[in-house]
């Protein structure tokens, strides 16, 4: 498939999705959103893939909204908030869903700033590496008036807890790729020149991993955040009735005794 505002690549299992528009800064125009979502069809259809990487090229890796293409004239009647409103339920909404369903690991290599909305696109995947001049930034409130989208509102408090996540919204102050490590934002915060290296490093890692696990683990952290105590156990040992009796878990333990790393099968 042709793409035309970003790249697709595969290596060694390995799907990496660029976001291709430096001059204008990865912008999330909604072409742009449609290309990517037609890239995560094709990682969830092409069972060779074990892991996505997603990144950006040039300074940035998004600054959010374009917001240049709001103003466009529109041959409908319709405001700019209900035709944004729209396209987010028809674009951008599914986009977040699609990469919180893919069936392997998302990781982000974080190469630039995340604002706006593309703040959110970094902040749905599982894993996130960011280079040390990367930083987010939420201007919605102080600077537009409006709230943070693309799930923003859904994973930072979950990441950073309310009081945190309620200060950056409001202030609008930059949370550096460094400080976003320390509070767990991202899982490591690694020098410019080191985040292609690293972050390949880590995706195969992750493209290592069973088929199902990623699968398992989102499942399982969700299922935790509407239950009690009392039913996250009965959850897990739920899971465990069936996980245990897979080929996964025996390939597991025989590693284990054997001092070898497992080798699992691909999806």
């Not at 923003?152 to 609008?172: D, K």
């Not at 699968?215 to 009735?241: C, G, I, K, P, T």
């Amino acid at each position: 498939m042709a793409f035309e505002h970003i790249t697709y690549a595969l290596e060694e299992g390995v799907a990496t999705v660029t976001l291709n528009m430096p001059a204008r800064m990865n912008a999330l125009s909604a072409a742009l959103q449609v290309e990517v979502t037609q890239a995560l069809a094709l990682v969830a259809q092409d069972t060779s893939v074990r892991v996505l990487r997603l990144t950006g090229a040039g300074r940035a890796f998004s600054v959010g909204a374009d917001l240049g293409g709001l103003g466009a004239d529109d041959a409908s009647e319709s405001s700019i908030g209900q035709r944004t409103a729209d396209q987010m339920e028809a674009v951008a909404n599914p986009l977040i869903l699609a990469l919180r369903s893919l069936p392997v690991p998302v990781l982000v290599a974080l190469n630039g700033a995340a604002a706006g909305a593309g703040a959110g696109l970094a902040l749905a995947a599982d894993v996130v590496i960011a280079a040390r001049s990367a930083y987010f930034y939420l201007p919605f409130i102080p600077k537009l008036g409006i709230v943070p989208d693309l799930g923003i509102s859904w994973f930072l408090p979950r990441l950073i807890g309310r009081s945190r996540a309620m200060a950056l919204t409001l202030l609008g102050d930059r949370l550096s790729a460094e400080q976003a490590a320390q509070w767990g934002v991202v899982w490591a915060c690694v020098d410019d020149a080191a985040l292609d290296a690293e972050s390949m490093a880590v995706a195969r890692r992750l493209a290592a991993l069973p088929a199902h696990g990623v699968v398992e683990a989102r499942a399982a952290f969700d299922h935790s955040e509407r239950s009690s105590l009392a039913e996250q156990l009965h959850y897990e040992s739920s899971r465990q009735r069936e996980l245990l009796d897979r080929p996964t878990f025996s390939e597991g333990v025989q590693a284990f005794l054997q001092k070898r790393e497992p080798r699992f099968a691909g999806r």
